[in-house]
């Protein structure tokens, strides 16, 4: 089985500027989650799609947007792009949403895109 | 809001020493944990996942790790590192209140010297 797909790898873009994330989940896998990850805060938690819905969203500006489509592909948006939104930005992929009651399913994790805002 | 905290930033040991890593966790409820790892260069891959039963859980690569739920935490341990263990490890905690995202502490560095 082909693991979780991310493109594009690395990204350098100005200020001001906005960038479109895609993300490929395992198939079969119907819920997408995304992260942003820097040095010392970790992962945090941007927003999670199941079946095209958006379940949850983290705490972020509304800069930050994504969307999921029908064959469960994602894509994440950043509008007006700041020089604090260099991150490592990492895509999960989990067959049931999460906190599905009884049972989690793993959540299996891109190799990210680096986007370096300049 | 629940909260994943790690104890240690950056954890120094040399080859064949015993690791324990610490994870506490704030959320009062049942819960799921899970302990990731992101070695140099790779994707974040899981550990070890704890759901019920036997609070010792065992992983790959010689790792487990304890859930005390009086104490709210999941740390993991390894009885002698390797080299190849130099990585950085994340807690993350998942409760089964419904709609709830998985929550990860903000990972300890883990390096191993020879």
């Known amino acids: 089985k082909a693991g979780v797909t991310q493109t594009p790898r690395y990204l350098i873009k100005t200020r001001g500027q906005q960038v479109t994330l895609s993300c490929s989940p395992i198939s079969g896998h119907r819920s997408v989650s995304w992260y942003q990850q820097t040095p010392g805060q970790g992962l945090q938690f941007l927003f999670e799609y199941f079946s095209e819905t958006q379940r949850n969203k983290g705490n972020f500006p509304g800069r930050f947007s994504g969307r999921q489509f029908s064959n469960s592909r994602s894509e994440m948006n950043v509008s007006t792009l700041e020089l604090g939104d260099s991150a490592l930005y990492l895509c999960?992929?989990?067959?049931?949403?999460?906190?599905?009651?009884?049972?989690?399913?793993?959540?299996?994790f891109g190799p990210g895109t680096r986007l370096t805002v300049l | 809001a629940q909260s994943v905290s790690q104890h240690n930033h950056h954890v120094i040991l040399s080859e064949a020493a015993s690791l324990e890593l610490g994870c506490n966790y704030s959320?009062?409820?049942?819960?799921?944990l899970f302990w990731y790892v992101q070695y140099p260069g790779q994707h974040l891959q899981l550990l070890l996942k704890?759901?019920?039963?036997?609070?010792l859980v065992k992983g790959i690569k010689g790792f487990e790790a304890e859930f005390i739920k009086s104490k709210f935490s999941f740390n993991l341990r390894k009885p002698s590192v390797q080299w190849s263990d130099t990585a950085e490890y994340f807690c993350?905690?998942?409760?089964?209140?419904?709609?709830?995202?998985?929550?990860f502490g903000k990972g300890t560095r883990l390096s191993v010297i020879a």
């Open positions: 993350a905690v998942n409760p089964y209140s419904g709609n709830t995202p998985l929550v």
């Open positions: 959320y009062g409820g049942t819960v799921n």
């Open positions: 999960a992929s989990s067959s049931p949403p999460s906190g599905t009651v009884g049972k989690f399913s793993e959540q299996f």
């Open positions: 704890y759901f019920s039963g036997d609070p």
